[in-house]
Structures are given as C-alpha cells and as structure tokens.
C-alpha cells in the first residue's frame, strides 16, 4: 500500500475514531445531572459507567477475532452503525433504565471499532511507523474526547438529548466513509486464534502468564486508573465545586486538547528517542503524582493546572502499551488487541464501580485510589517490564 493511499486510510480511521469518542465523551459532562435528576447517586452513576465496560469486556475480543477471519471492513462498519444507533437511544432516553439500555447496546456493537482500527494500523504500516499510527488513533480519541464534553456541556443548556442525535448524524456520516473509501487491508499470513469463548477469562488468565502478560497487566491499571477520575469527574465538579455541565465540559475540553497534542504530536517521536518502555513508565509515574495534585486543586485554575499535569503524563499510555503489544505479537493482530481490550475493559467495569461507590463515602477517595494504582503499575513496569524487542507471540493462547 503506498503512502498517499495510506495516509487517506489512517484519516479515514482517525475520524471514525473522533465520532466514537465523540459519542463517549459527551456522556461525562452530562450523565451526572441526568443521573441526579432520576434521584440517583454515585454508585448508580459508577455502575452506569460500568455497564458499558462489562459489554466491551465480552464483545471486544470477539468483534477483534472475527475482524481476523472476515476482515477489518465489515467490523468497521458494525461498530459504526451500532454506535449511531446507541447515540439515538441515548437521546430519546427518559428514565434511568432507558441510559442502561442505550449504553448495553453501545458496549456490544460500537465497541468493535477500537480493536479493530488498531489492527487495521497493525496490517497497514510497518513496526517503525506503528507507534505513530496507534498515536492517531489516540489523537482521534483524544480529539473526540474533547469536542464531546465541550459539545455535550454546550448544548445541555437547550437539552440533555440535543448531543447524542447529532453524534448518531455524524456516525452515519463515518459509515458512509468507511462503506465507499476505506478498503480492506492486505494481511500477512498470521497464525489463527480458535474461536473465542464468551467471556474469555481462559484466554485473559493464559495470557498474563505468557510473555505479553506484563503488557496485558499495564493495560488493566491504567484503565482502571484512569477511569477513576472520568467516570466521577463530572459528579465531583457538581459537588465539590458547584460546576454546570457547561464549565464540567470546559474543563475536560482544556484537557482533551492537551491529551490531542501529546497524543497525535509526540507519541511517535517520543517513543523512537526514548523507547517504549521508558515512555509507559515515567507516564505512569507522572499519571500518580498527578492525582494527588487533584485533591489539593481549590481554584478553577488550579483545577486546570492539576488535571492537565495527569494528562500530559498519562495521554501517551495507552497508544504506547497497544503499540508495545502490536510490536511484540507475532498471532492475529485482531486477536491480540482484542484480547487487549479486555483487559482495558475489565479496569473499565472496576474503576467506574468502585469510583463510584467509594466516592459515596468520600469524594477525594477515587483520586487516591488512582494514585495508588498508577505508582503500582510504575513499580510493575520496574520490575518486570522488559526493554527487549522481539519476543515470542503468545502462541499458547491460540
């Protein structure tokens, strides 16, 4: 595939990207005041969060899989279509149960998208040019995430549902894109996976004994970490700050910018100076200390100041783990980052919850947590995170 074609494809995919994460992110800024309006507390908004975590923890590695066998294209266009058709059951929602539903349904089909952009990239560039790819991918995220809560907060001011019915526009629009232009990419002959058992717990635990099982782990604590402070930012701002959706939203706009820039601009040149490995442990390092700088926050600027200190030490993270774990894989690109989503997944459905009910008995208490969660990956990735390039594919698991 030659560069000019390429570079469409990686756009193709980065927008996809923005509208899923669009999607996502409008949900922060506004889901505490639709959660508090139904008489709701955090527990309820943790376990919202959740639900969609517990979703994508079994559907993730399946859509990952079959992506392997029937190709990335039409896994694409799945993810995409169920998210637009999420976004407009958000949007006509009513009740609590109702979010539950809109959120079940997004956690089963859009959650394809993300595994499968990834091993898109995996099949489409060479190991040189991965991290860079995986960094547009989580620029694309990054972006999303700011434009939905500047967008979600912007627009609750007129109605909680305006938001998601004009992501469920903007996901047809991304299919439409991806059904005429994006095509199917040449995939290198790769060891097949068997079929994958739902949940895959079988598959989860032989990894994290095989040599990628570090890897696996890191991607478990920074999700769970992270989600330690987006699932309960927004109810945290209503309460300890008295924010409206509107400055919840700002907020986290300041922040998805930075996380954008770091992600899209640095991520690549920074992991071929530094190294992978480097980048994942002084992030992790960073990503505690800047926890901590959140409890002690008073002011609208310090806010500012301590959350864009988390996020510029945690944006680059998550591209770079995948990147690690796409490198280091020598089995279905698919597979493994599907597999890898579940354990992303899995810190998603605990972080919400436990978040969510601790934060009931005191707020600065998921921020603590996260802190601790972080400097525990930080000393993992000491112990046992190796510098070594090449090693064996996780055979075992398929």
Known sequence: MNDKANRKNLMILFFTMIVVMLSFGMVIPIMPFYVKSFGASGGALGA?????????????????????????????????????????????????????????????????TLPTAMAYIGDSTSSEKRSSGMGLVGAAMGIGMVLGPGIGGLLAKQSLSVPFFLAAGLSMLALIMIFLFLPEPPRAPQIQPKAVPVPQLKAMLQALTGPLGVLFVMSFLLSFGLTNFESIFGLYGADRYGYTPGQ????????????????????????R????????????????????????ARTFPEVILSIAFFIISNAMLNPTVASLISRRTESGQGFTMGLNNSFLSLGRIIGPLWAGNIYDVQMNMPYFTGSAIMFLGFGISLWKLSDEKSPAAIESLT
Do not use: C, H
């Not at 959740?50 to 392997?68: C, H, N, R």
């Not at 979010?99 to 089963?108: D, E, H, P, Q």
């Not at 919840?248 to 992991?271: D, Y």
């Not at 994942?280 to 901590?292: Q, Y």
């Open 248 to 271: 919840v939203g700002l907020v986290l706009t300041v922040i998805g910018l930075i996380a954008a820039f770091m992600q899209g601009v640095l991520t690549g040149p920074a992991t």
């Open 273 to 296: 100076r530094f190294g992978e490995v480097f980048i994942i442990r002084i992030s992790l390092l960073g990503s505690g200390l800047g926890f901590l700088f959140m409890t002690l």
């Open 48 to 112: 919202l969060m959740a639900v969609y975590g517990v979703l994508q923890f079994i559907f993730a590695p399946l859509w990952g899989s079959l992506s392997d066998r029937i190709g990335r294209k039409p896994v694409l266009i799945i993810g995409v279509l169920g998210n637009a058709i999420a976004q407009l059951l958000f949007g006509f929602s009513t009740e609590l149960w109702m979010l539950f539903a809109a959120r079940s349904l997004a956690g089963m089909l859009s959650v394809a």
